[in-house]
């Protein structure tokens, strides 16, 4: 994945998803504003909260001839507060409340992957 | 304030047209509405074409050749709003006593796309982060699904019951893409595209179509003008954290501004065209137009009142569900739907002494909003 123009995770240890949060009213964006956004001077870059609880998702079927298998998307509600759309990944179907944790990943920048996975 | 009449309208078949570019595809519906709306060509005196893939100055390449003397042509793009939004603008050059007869064109042509989803508009950090994700409208529609059926303790079979009654619709039109009727059990056994959305769940994506209407601040020589009562525009509200996405608050607002603007009620509305891109949508929107109150779309689903015969009709021409999608043309199609029930053309579909209609299209394809763009339309006689 080519270098984005906005960080999108922190430096280690404690790397996180990183989101803009605005200096006069605290609500967050994701991702981070970029440098050159003339409304990122408004906001500081926090690190957001690691595990979150699904608020809705779905699966996608891509169609047969693509050779692909079907995979979830949902929208993860993060402590900040803040939602966060992106692949679910580690259980064989999410459900609403299901707490996922943001992973780093070479293809998407992020995932989400399953906490509590049932043995 | 100027009434603005809608003088006469015509619109295409929906569906696959082989051969046929978009000029010709558009120049069809506007000569027959030209036609129907009983003026001159002579008379036009400005051109609005709703278009959202077709490229640059499509309007002008559509009308060349109908030799309008180099009257001013607009291109309006609002994603799928676009059509109604065509409308909106003419009538504030209307309002604005700028012209007195103008033509509102919608053409899409999504065949010449090749199939599949329609693409968001990347030129975003978030859009594009998401769409690499995965994000499509499908997908976003059909969580919006999932949260329905988890917080309403919905079931698939009251999701799948909206395409089986926009089909049944659908098969009276023969202006609509898909005329044969479906059940529960070929909607659900169709293919999931995202889950809980089926194949049939979706509005077919191989479709081209036109659609125009003549508006003019003159009634006309029409038995029933049709008056727009009112046209409210409004784009989407950045999303915070904790929405619901089941409060599809773009329309929500946009139908709120439209009934005042006209000082009519949901109460008053006999007959509905509403953005069905997908099942769920039309089940948010039932809310959302206040056909009902919040949480009971399924309820009045049930109840009949939003089939053909009931209370209030809701999609009589078999929505996007059945006609398809062809972006541009949407909106302004489902003007040209309600006049004809609004004066009594609708055939086979008609409501009986529908006076009231509301119309509501939504374009999306971008993240971190409900939509982009919603418009409510009340048209009346």
Same mark, same amino acid.
């Given at each position: 994945?080519? &270098?984005?123009?906005?960080?999108?995770?922190?430096?280690?240890?404690?790397?996180?998803?990183?989101?803009?949060?605005?200096?006069?009213?605290? &609500?967050?964006?994701?991702?981070?504003?970029?440098?050159?956004?003339?409304?990122?001077?408004?906001? &500081?870059?926090?690190?957001?909260?690691?595990?979150?609880?699904?608020?809705?998702?779905?699966?996608?079927?891509?169609?047969?001839?693509?050779? &692909?298998?079907?995979?979830?998307?949902?929208?993860?509600?993060?402590?900040?507060?803040?939602?966060?759309?992106?692949?679910?990944?580690?259980?064989?179907?999410?459900?609403?409340?299901?707490?996922?944790?943001?992973?780093?990943?070479?293809?998407?920048?992020?995932?989400?992957?399953?906490?509590?996975?049932?043995? | 304030?100027?009434?603005?009449?809608?003088?006469?309208?015509?619109?295409?078949?929906?569906?696959?047209?082989?051969?046929?570019?978009?000029?010709?595809?558009?120049?069809?519906?506007?000569?027959?509405?030209?036609?129907?709306?009983?003026?001159? #060509?002579?008379?036009?005196?400005?051109?609005?074409?709703?278009?959202?893939?077709?490229?640059?100055?499509?309007?002008?390449?559509?009308?060349?050749?109908?030799?309008?003397?180099?009257?001013?042509?607009?291109?309006?793009?609002?994603?799928?709003?676009?059509?109604?939004?065509?409308?909106?603008?003419?009538?504030? *050059?209307?309002?604005?006593?700028?012209?007195?007869?103008?033509?509102?064109?919608?053409?899409?042509?999504?065949?010449?796309?090749?199939?599949?989803?329609? /693409? +968001?508009?990347?030129?975003?950090?978030?859009?594009?982060?998401?769409?690499?994700?995965?994000?499509?409208?499908?997908?976003?529609?059909?969580?919006?699904?999932?949260?329905?059926?988890?917080?309403?303790? *919905? #079931?698939?079979?009251?999701?799948?019951?909206?395409?089986?009654?926009?089909?049944?619709?659908?098969?009276?039109?023969?202006?609509?893409?898909?005329?044969?009727?479906?059940?529960?059990?070929?909607?659900?056994?169709?293919?999931?595209?995202?889950?809980?959305?089926?194949?049939?769940?979706?509005?077919?994506?191989?479709?081209?179509?036109?659609?125009?209407?003549?508006? @003019?601040?003159?009634?006309?020589?029409? *038995?029933?003008?049709?008056?727009?009562?009112?046209?409210? %525009?409004? @784009?989407?509200?950045?999303?915070?954290?904790?929405?619901?996405?089941?409060?599809?608050?773009?329309?929500?607002?946009?139908?709120?501004? *439209?009934?005042?603007?006209?000082?009519?009620?949901?109460?008053?509305?006999?007959?509905?065209?509403?953005?069905?891109?997908?099942?769920?949508?039309?089940?948010?929107?039932?809310?959302?137009?206040?056909?009902?109150?919040?949480?009971?779309?399924?309820?009045? +689903?049930?109840?009949?009142?939003?089939?053909?015969?009931?209370? %209030?009709?809701?999609? /009589?021409?078999?929505?996007?569900?059945?006609?398809?999608? /062809?972006?541009?043309?949407?909106?302004?199609?489902?003007?040209?739907?309600?006049?004809?029930?609004?004066?009594?053309?609708?055939?086979?579909?008609?409501?009986?002494?529908?006076?009231?209609?509301?119309?509501?299209?939504?374009?999306?394809?971008?993240?971190?909003?409900?939509?982009?763009?919603?418009?409510?339309?009340?048209?009346?006689?």
């Amino acid at each position: 994945m080519t &270098e984005p123009a906005y960080p999108l995770w922190g430096a280690p240890p404690e790397s996180a998803l990183l989101a803009s949060r605005d200096r006069a009213t605290g &609500e967050l964006v994701f991702p981070t504003l970029p440098d050159a956004s003339p409304l990122s001077g408004a906001h &500081e870059t926090v690190p957001v909260a690691t595990v979150g609880e699904v608020y809705s998702f779905t699966v996608i079927h891509p169609s047969a001839k693509s050779g &692909e298998s079907p995979y979830a998307l949902g929208y993860v509600d993060l402590p900040g507060p803040v939602r966060i759309f992106g692949r679910l990944v580690g259980s064989a179907r999410p459900a609403i409340g299901q707490r996922y944790a943001a992973q780093a990943d070479e293809r998407f920048g992020y995932v989400f992957t399953a906490v509590d996975t049932a043995a | 304030m100027q009434d603005i009449h809608i003088l006469g309208g015509a619109m295409t078949r929906f569906g696959r047209h082989p051969g046929v570019l978009a000029p010709e595809l558009a120049q069809q519906a506007i000569l027959k509405a030209i036609d129907d709306a009983g003026v001159a #060509k002579a008379d036009i005196q400005a051109v609005y074409c709703a278009n959202v893939l077709g490229g640059m100055i499509l309007g002008q390449l559509v009308v060349r050749d109908l030799c309008f003397q180099g009257i001013p042509v607009y291109n309006v793009e609002n994603a799928c709003a676009s059509g109604a939004t065509g409308v909106h603008l003419a009538r504030h *050059a209307l309002l604005a006593q700028q012209y007195d007869t103008v033509l509102v064109f919608g053409i899409e042509q999504l065949t010449a796309l090749g199939g599949g989803t329609i /693409p +968001l508009q990347r030129n975003d950090h978030k859009t594009e982060l998401y769409a690499k994700a995965g994000m499509v409208l499908p997908a976003v529609y059909a969580m919006r699904g999932t949260r329905f059926l988890h917080e309403r303790q *919905a #079931k698939r079979e009251d999701l799948a019951a909206i395409a089986v009654k926009n089909r049944h619709n659908g098969a009276l039109n023969e202006y609509a893409q898909q005329r044969s009727e479906t059940t529960i059990e070929e909607v659900l056994a169709s293919r999931t595209i995202a889950d809980p959305l089926t194949l049939l769940q979706c509005c077919p994506s191989q479709v081209d179509g036109a659609a125009a209407v003549v508006l @003019s601040t003159r009634p006309g020589k029409a *038995a029933k003008p049709v008056k727009v009562l009112s046209s409210v %525009v409004v @784009s989407g509200i950045r999303e915070e954290a904790r929405d619901d996405i089941l409060d599809a608050e773009i329309t929500a607002r946009a139908a709120r501004q *439209a009934y005042e603007q006209a000082g009519v009620g949901p109460a008053d509305v006999d007959v509905v065209e509403l953005h069905d891109a997908f099942t769920i949508a039309e089940l948010l929107y039932y809310e959302a137009l206040q056909l009902c109150s919040r949480g009971d779309a399924v309820a009045l +689903l049930k109840s009949g009142a939003t089939q053909l015969g009931g209370r %209030v009709p809701v999609n /009589p021409s078999g929505g996007l569900l059945a006609k398809g999608h /062809p972006l541009g043309a949407t909106g302004v199609a489902q003007m040209v739907e309600v006049m004809w029930h609004l004066q009594e053309r609708a055939g086979a579909r008609q409501v009986p002494g529908a006076r009231i209609g509301l119309t509501q299209c939504t374009g999306g394809g971008i993240a971190g909003v409900d939509h982009a763009a919603s418009s409510v339309h009340l048209l009346g006689v």
